[in-house]
């Protein structure tokens, strides 16, 4: 298969402002991501799992083209990442649904920008609503759809106007387990009929390698690819019951073994930022006492 995506010697920092106690304040850079390489396949399935704070969604970013890379470069079939476009369609955690439209007013808004017709679009966002399974709910608000029912809408808009590659970003984390367990199972359908791309980020280790053809471990910041795991199921939508068949256990326990020392890093780094604020908040105080 073609390469479709191939991330090349990515390096991704940010200036933080720190506060240095007695009103100073110091500009540092902090170092998100740490030369990455990754090639996804046109069609492939690419789960990306890693610690909190890791850069996951500083990845997925540079993936939309809404932030550049400090170093290194993203091509999309072969051509640089330039910003953000409609070959590349996202669904966050968050729905972010617009409020004031219908289901199908939403799925349909893609194909606005993209200028199809009215009668053509009406009809292109129906196909999309019956794909994920929301015939009938066509007319409602968000306000009246459940939690997955909106992830459902968020899905059939990027997928409306026909994206090259869909891209992830813990899309189900927000969802109760029941619900999130059938919207796995229906991306895995949604995904063989319309043979996306789709690179899939989520903190889960069992969602990753349901999901996944192969899944790239990060490690705890700055990010880098740990490893990049095949998960070789013929077909993840059979009916029978995958995440208790041997090889899933087996391919769970050896991400989670790659996985555990960066969980147990990244909380450090966390409780060692926290300590920081504490420390500069301290010293501030300390001017106010004194000053
Ligand atoms: N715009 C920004 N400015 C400064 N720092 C940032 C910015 N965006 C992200 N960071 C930092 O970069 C690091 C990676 O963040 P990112 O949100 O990509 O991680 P993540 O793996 O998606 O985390 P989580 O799983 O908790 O959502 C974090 O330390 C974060 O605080």
Same mark, same amino acid.
């Given at each position: 298969?073609?390469?479709?995506? =191939?991330?090349?010697?990515?390096?991704?920092?940010?200036?933080?402002?720190? &506060?240095?106690?007695?009103?100073?304040?110091?500009?540092?850079?902090?170092?998100?991501?740490?030369?990455?390489?990754?090639?996804?396949?046109?069609? $492939?399935?690419?789960?990306?799992?890693?610690?909190?704070?890791?850069?996951?969604?500083?990845?997925?970013?540079?993936?939309?083209?809404?932030?550049?890379?400090?170093?290194?470069?993203?091509?999309?079939?072969?051509?640089?990442?330039? !910003?953000?476009?409609?070959?590349?369609?996202?669904?966050?955690?968050?729905?972010?649904?617009?409020?004031?439209?219908?289901?199908?007013?939403?799925?349909?808004? !893609?194909?606005? %920008?993209?200028?199809?017709?009215? $009668?053509?679009? *009406?009809?292109?966002?129906?196909?999309?609503?019956?794909?994920?399974?929301?015939? !009938?709910?066509?007319?409602?608000?968000?306000?009246?759809? =459940?939690?997955?029912?909106?992830?459902?809408?968020?899905?059939?808009?990027?997928?409306?106007?026909?994206?090259?590659?869909?891209?992830?970003?813990?899309?189900?984390?927000?969802?109760? %387990?029941?619900?999130?367990?059938?919207?796995? /199972?229906?991306?895995?359908?949604?995904?063989?009929?319309?043979?996306?791309?789709?690179?899939?980020?989520?903190?889960?280790?069992?969602? %990753?390698?349901?999901?996944?053809?192969?899944?790239?471990?990060?490690?705890? *910041?700055?990010? *880098?690819?740990?490893?990049?795991?095949?998960?070789?199921?013929?077909?993840?939508?059979?009916?029978?019951?995958?995440? =208790? &068949?041997? $090889?899933?256990? *087996?391919?769970?326990?050896?991400?989670?073994?790659?996985?555990?020392?960066?969980?147990?890093?990244?909380?450090?780094?966390?409780? =060692?930022?926290?300590?920081? /604020?504490?420390?500069? %908040?301290?010293?501030?105080? !300390?001017?106010?006492?004194?000053?």
């Amino acid at each position: 298969m073609a390469v479709k995506i =191939s991330i090349e010697h990515v390096q991704k920092s940010f200036r933080i402002k720190r &506060n240095m106690g007695a009103l100073k304040e110091e500009a540092q850079p902090l170092s998100a991501l740490h030369d990455i390489n990754l090639e996804v396949r046109q069609g $492939e399935f690419m789960v990306i799992v890693g610690p909190s704070g890791c850069g996951k969604s500083t990845l997925l970013d540079l993936l939309a083209g809404l932030t550049t890379p400090s170093s290194g470069r993203i091509l999309l079939d072969g051509k640089p990442i330039a !910003g953000p476009n409609l070959d590349r369609g996202i669904v966050f955690q968050q729905y972010a649904l617009f409020p004031w439209k219908t289901a199908l007013g939403n799925v349909e808004f !893609g194909l606005e %920008a993209k200028g199809v017709g009215r $009668e053509e679009r *009406r009809k292109r966002a129906k196909e999309y609503i019956d794909l994920v399974g929301l015939s !009938g709910f066509e007319n409602r608000y968000p306000h009246e759809l =459940s939690g997955g029912m909106k992830q459902r809408v968020a899905i059939a808009r990027s997928l409306a106007y026909d994206p090259e590659v869909l891209l992830m970003d813990e899309p189900f984390a927000a969802l109760d %387990a029941q619900t999130r367990e059938t919207l796995q /199972s229906e991306l895995l359908r949604i995904w063989e009929t319309t043979k996306k791309t789709i690179i899939f980020i989520t903190h889960g280790i069992e969602e %990753a390698v349901y999901l996944g053809q192969r899944v790239a471990v990060m490690s705890s *910041r700055p990010g *880098r690819i740990k490893q990049v795991i095949d998960i070789p199921f013929e077909s993840r939508s059979s009916e029978e019951d995958l995440r =208790s &068949n041997p $090889e899933f256990v *087996r391919l769970r326990h050896e991400i989670w073994e790659l996985l555990k020392d960066e969980v147990v890093r990244a909380q450090e780094q966390e409780k =060692s930022k926290t300590l920081d /604020s504490f420390k500069s %908040a301290d010293a501030r105080k !300390g001017v106010a006492k004194h000053g």
